[in-house]
């Protein structure tokens, strides 16, 4: 007999629930525990995932293969192709192990929720065991209610529900032991497994030799990465995070989205780590740094609470269903220069060109960069989306769709529509100096003083023209205006 451990987001060993049970049940029972991962290209193919992102989660892989190794436990990967045959696949491997326990941690995407529940029904049908559980939030879905009984749709309100929460049941954010080693005889018996090398990448998936050394040297993989990166952070830079973390310059932010999205880092150590060195020891009060990052760290819960309570975000559809009637542009000229660029705003070039070559982009520039292409472009937020999807490293459903929808006013809580961020004041404010837009956009680094946030505008047209950086693609005041009685036309339709 034997127990299995399916692993999906949540590639780490420390402080995880599903792994944690399974090892314990596995204990109880005397027999071995066994982790698997599938590669299904497919569903790589249908999320959409980017292609640094496979890479990152091979990389981990390798890294808790001999982890967990060291504990006498295999971890089995394969390749699936067809994502119909992922369970079959995972069945047809529980029986030749005679395994009688799946644990997984739960994802709220509506495909996974589907292929699960799919799961249920055949290990019923096949007498297994299958426990799913919430470890992805710190608060599980539907926990938090308004007086009404309803799920929050606003944030403030929510994320103070959040913290009494929390505050009222502290064991959430109680770490989860890591496995358990197995017993001696689990490397004969499995032996095929440890020696078996990792699947290749996918070739949907495949990066550039040069990509691949590049995403290596800047995002390493696996939780002890994670575990270091925290603990730095929280040392040099979280106690400045509030004053600080706007300015995409400053390099002052946790760089830790990529850990959370595959779960080589859980939330909930996250925010415990941050708890217990502020001052009162609670996610409020105290040092506003500590606190300000916690409550960034709980809008990545409130959108999987909205994810899971309103599937339909899963399904291409707004937020708010008054925003679907919008007349957008279709201009692919236009699109293209946002995707690679070349829109003439050097702030919203230099984020896509971060993007480009990092797989990530600082907060303030994701909501610059969304708001430009929704409201001056008015490009269909959704176009934006996919394109981060497939280029973010980080790529996470919830936030990526809550992010669009906040900065293109058709998400849950979102900026009001007539609120329209002006790109230049943004970059003025944000990246006063310009050390940003220099560091992205080799083209401007002779350009001098103000200048460098409008070129073509402020007398620098002369050195950017020469050095090939193209005219600004659109009007922002005209844009505005287009926008504001578009959205307005679209909302009278609706
Ligand atoms: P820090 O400032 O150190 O924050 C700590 C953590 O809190 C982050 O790692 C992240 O897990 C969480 N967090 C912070 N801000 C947000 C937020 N606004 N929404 C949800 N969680 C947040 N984040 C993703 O992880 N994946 C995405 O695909 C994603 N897409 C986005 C798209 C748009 C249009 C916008 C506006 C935001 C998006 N974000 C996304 C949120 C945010 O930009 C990133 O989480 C953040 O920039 C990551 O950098 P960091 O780890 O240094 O963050």
Known sequence: EAVVHWFKRDLRTFDNRALSMASAKAKSKGVPLICMFIVSPQDYQAHLTSAPRVDFELRTLEVMKEDLAEKDIPLYVTTIEERKNVIPHIMQKCEEWNAKHIYCNIEYEVDELRRESKLVKKCLDQGISFTAVHDDVVVPPETLVTGAGKQYSVYSPWFRAWIKHIHEHPHLLDAFPPPTPNPPTARQLFEPIFASPLPTTPPNKSLTIEERNRFASLWPAGEHEAHSRLTRFLHEKVGKYKETRNFPAHNSTGLLSVHFSSGTLAARTAIRSARDINSTKKLDGGNLGITGWISELAWRD?????????????????????????????????????????????????????????????????????SFLAKDLLTDWRRGERYFMEHLIDGDFASNNGGWGFSASTGVDPQPYFRIFNPLLQSEKFDEGGEYIRKWIPELAGVVGTAIHDPYGRGAGKVAEKAGYPRPIVDHKMARERALARYKEGLGRS
């Open 302 to 370: 409130f959108y999987k609470h909205v994810l899971a309570h309103w599937p339909y975000v899963c399904m291409h559809k707004p937020f708010k269903y008054e925003y679907t009637d919008i007349e957008w542009e279709y201009d692919d000229a236009k699109f293209e220069a946002w995707c690679e660029g070349r829109t003439g705003y050097p702030i919203v070039d230099a984020a896509m060109r971060q993007l480009n070559y990092m797989g990530y982009m600082h907060n303030r520039c994701r909501m610059i960069v969304a």
